[in-house]
């Protein structure tokens, strides 16, 4: 018997290697990967660049600490913060770290810039903000809180795409921050209204209220620009990021304005492994080829040619196309796990979302060749269970 936590409902699959959207069984199959490990690894397993940069810094240095400076980091952070608006750059582990930042940069704004009288947060119904105790508490589906139960009583939960919502909370006058996700991933690819976003982030300036958004799953070009808030017509606040950042070395990190990034003073926060030598130079290794000509154009290309191909493999069903870019997923009503399984069966990997959707989400940088042969995986699958195809 496996001495492994049982956290996980894990597949009866093991991978000895990757490379691009393709990974090797320890029997020699070969399967099309198109989730990229929930969305982390959008340049493909084991991309030169990354490898390259990953060796190249493993052979020099990899950990100190951040108790003194690291210049790996610093480039790192100027990249990011030139890219985005400006703000200054906390380095963590992960995604759930990095919203735990961002959440107790929100409380300490509350209490100093607001002697207290705010502190709290609200998020909307049905997102996911992580598993740590405060994070889970921030998420919007009782699931996830199950059996962890009394959570943190500071975050309150309202509708998605219903500004009156946030209005009457903010009112109450004790709100420092409004945390939410533009494409709620775990929540089934549910993309809010671009109207109800300019109004709320309107609104949340006007007010003084943190405007957090949650870009762990929607950044790094999955959507087709580099942050998804550029195509929302928005600016935040702050910004929490992680998945795509570094190809798969462990990694989180937080953008914040200054004026809101003030208020982490020394000893404040911290983290042990957060932007160490070997996750920055990975990461910058992926800011390079993002960042290169013609790259985010391929993500478009890619993604306009994946819905379109999706939309005709389930014409006539009763299936739905969901999300942006090269974030896309099938909502297939009654049949998530079904069709997971039968597509494992023939040798394509899929993510489970909500309660009826499927992720489709392959590498950023998968050739045409594969992208079009994972496709008729799909169609065949979805012909195998009678769902077009």
């Known amino acids: 018997m496996s001495a492994i936590?049982?956290?996980?409902?894990?597949y009866p699959l093991s991978f000895v290697k990757g490379e691009g959207c393709r990974l090797t069984d320890d029997k020699g199959e070969i399967y099309f990967d198109f989730g990229s490990g929930i969305s982390v690894v959008n340049l493909g397993h084991s991309h030169p660049a990354v490898t390259e940069s990953i060796c190249t810094q493993a052979g020099t240095l990899i950990h100190t600490s951040n108790l003194y400076n690291i210049p790996v980091q610093e480039r790192l952070a100027d990249k990011l913060s030139r890219r985005s608006f400006g703000g200054d750059v906390f380095f963590c582990n992960s995604g759930m770290e990095a919203n735990e930042a961002a959440l107790k940069l929100a409380r300490i704004y509350g209490n100093t810039h607001f002697e207290g009288k705010r502190l709290r947060v609200i998020t909307?119904?049905?997102?996911?903000?992580?598993?740590?105790?405060?994070?889970?508490?921030?998420?919007?589906?009782?699931?996830?809180?199950?059996?962890?139960?009394?959570v943190a009583d500071?975050?309150?939960?309202?509708?998605?795409?219903?500004?009156?919502?946030?209005?009457?909370?903010v009112d109450k006058g004790d709100v420092a921050a409004f945390m939410l996700e533009l494409i709620q991933g775990e929540g089934g690819l549910c993309a809010l209204n671009k109207k109800y976003l300019a109004q709320c982030a309107d609104f949340c300036r006007k007010e003084g209220v943190m405007l957090i958004l949650d870009e762990i799953q929607t950044g790094f070009c999955r959507t087709g620009s580099y942050f998804a808030y550029e195509q929302f017509g928005?600016?935040?606040?702050?910004?929490?990021?992680?998945?795509?950042?570094?190809?798969?070395?462990?990694?989180?990190?937080?953008?914040?304005?200054?004026?809101?990034?003030?208020y982490m003073t020394p000893g404040t926060h911290g983290t042990t492994f957060?932007?160490?030598?070997?996750?920055?130079?990975?990461?910058?290794?992926?800011?390079?080829?993002?960042?290169?000509?013609?790259?985010?154009?391929?993500?478009?290309e890619k993604g306009a040619y994946m819905k379109e191909a999706l939309e005709n493999i389930f014409e006539g069903?009763?299936?739905?196309?969901?999300?942006?870019?090269?974030?896309?997923?099938?909502?297939?009503p009654g049949r998530q796990k079904?069709?997971?399984?039968?597509a494992i069966e023939n040798k394509l990997l899929l993510v489970p979302a909500g309660h009826d959707v499927v992720r489709i989400y392959p590498p950023l940088t998968i050739s045409q060749e594969d992208l079009d042969a994972g496709l008729e995986l799909i169609s065949k699958t979805a012909t195998d269970l009678g769902l077009g195809g």
């Open 317 to 332: 069903t009763d299936v739905t196309v969901l999300g942006m870019g090269m974030m896309l997923g099938a909502k297939i």
């Open 338 to 342: 079904e069709f997971i399984n039968k």
């Open 234 to 262: 928005i600016e935040p606040d702050v910004i929490t990021l992680a998945k795509g950042i570094a190809n798969g070395v462990p990694m989180g990190a937080m953008i914040a304005k200054p004026e809101f990034a003030k």
């Open 5 to 10: 936590f049982k956290n996980y409902a894990r």
């Open 274 to 300: 957060g932007g160490n030598f070997l996750a920055c130079a990975a990461a910058l290794a992926v800011f390079d080829v993002m960042n290169a000509d013609g790259f985010l154009e391929e993500v478009n």
């Open 154 to 169: 500071f975050f309150t939960h309202i509708p998605a795409n219903d500004f009156d919502a946030l209005k009457r909370e």
């Open 124 to 150: 909307l119904e049905n997102s996911f903000h992580g598993r740590s105790y405060m994070t889970l508490s921030a998420t919007g589906q009782d699931k996830i809180k199950k059996g962890f139960e009394p």
